[in-house]
């Protein structure tokens, strides 16, 4: 189940974070952090299963898009297809808008069975 951000899950949102190539060091994963938590373009999701928070996905909305910057799944929950439901999901909270990916998500987003475009810049 997708789940909006809140403060309270900021240290797993912010391991969850730590996954991705970019966000390893602690004042860039910080900064990332205040970003998402100041910016009200840009959101932050988590993915819940029962009670456990396993993966993580922000955005950058736009008028007519929602730009997948980051996108991260607990390592000893990979390869369960989380990462493509958590994109299906997404297009459900957001079905007007075109999921677009970033140069980070890219990779990841093309094996996805969803009609992704891919946009520079948005970090």
């Known amino acids: 189940m997708l789940i909006r951000y809140k403060k309270t899950f900021e240290k797993i ?17 910080q900064q990332t952090m205040k970003q998402y938590e100041n910016d009200e373009n840009l959101q932050l999701f988590l993915w819940k299963t029962g009670e456990d928070i396993i993966g993580l996905m922000g955005i950058l909305l736009t008028d007519d898009s929602a730009m997948i910057q980051h996108i991260s799944v607990n390592p000893s929950h990979r390869h369960q297809g989380i990462g493509k439901s958590m994109v299906k999901a997404l297009s459900e909270v957001f079905p007007q808008k075109k999921l677009t990916a970033n140069e980070n998500t890219e990779s990841f987003l093309s094996k996805c069975d969803f009609n992704i475009h891919t946009e520079k810049g948005g970090e």
Do not use: R, V
């Open 13 to 29: 949102a912010m391991g969850l974070l730590s996954f991705m190539p970019n966000e390893k060091d602690l004042k860039k994963l």
